[in-house]
């Protein structure tokens, strides 16, 4: 499942997807990850929250984002949730492949949930995204 909190730069998406993960790891009873383009959020996150700084790793496309998130899911089967700060940042994506993105994710989430903070107004998002929306800001 996709659960996306949108809205333009600087309206508090960040502060939303961390009350999430806080929410998240209150109930949860597999794994739940953050992944964040920096360590900045380290000490906001609970410590059954494990926080990957994307930047510590090669992924310089979207194609690499992909094989990313795809390792993470093969490797530990216990995932329950992930948080994505940032998403077009973080995945080398832009307004002209998030359809595409969302596409592949929607493909890897069945049994995971996927929380992206995208940095577009709801009203531009695509299509395929539009529903599902839970924040926007």
Do not use: Q
């Given at each position: 499942m996709i659960q996306i909190i949108c809205g333009e730069k600087g309206k508090g998406k960040t502060k939303e997807v961390l009350q999430k993960a806080a929410d998240a790891v209150g109930s949860a009873t597999?794994?739940?990850?953050?992944?964040?383009k920096s360590a900045k959020h380290m000490y906001e996150l609970n410590n059954r929250i494990r926080l990957i700084n994307i930047?510590?790793?090669p992924v310089q496309s979207y194609e690499g984002f992909v094989g990313f998130v795809s390792g993470l899911l093969s490797g530990n089967h216990d995932i329950e949730t992930i948080f994505f700060d940032s998403l077009l940042t973080i995945s080398h994506s832009d307004e002209t492949t998030?359809?595409?993105?969302i596409d592949t994710l929607d493909k890897l989430s069945e049994?995971?949930?996927?929380?992206?903070?995208?940095?577009?107004?709801?009203?531009?998002?695509?299509?395929?995204?539009k529903d599902k929306v839970?924040?926007?800001?």
């Open positions: 597999g794994d739940v990850i953050y992944v964040d930047c510590e790793y998030l359809a595409s993105l049994g995971i949930t996927f929380v992206l903070s995208i940095s577009v107004k709801e009203a531009d998002l695509p299509e395929n995204a839970i924040v926007s800001c």
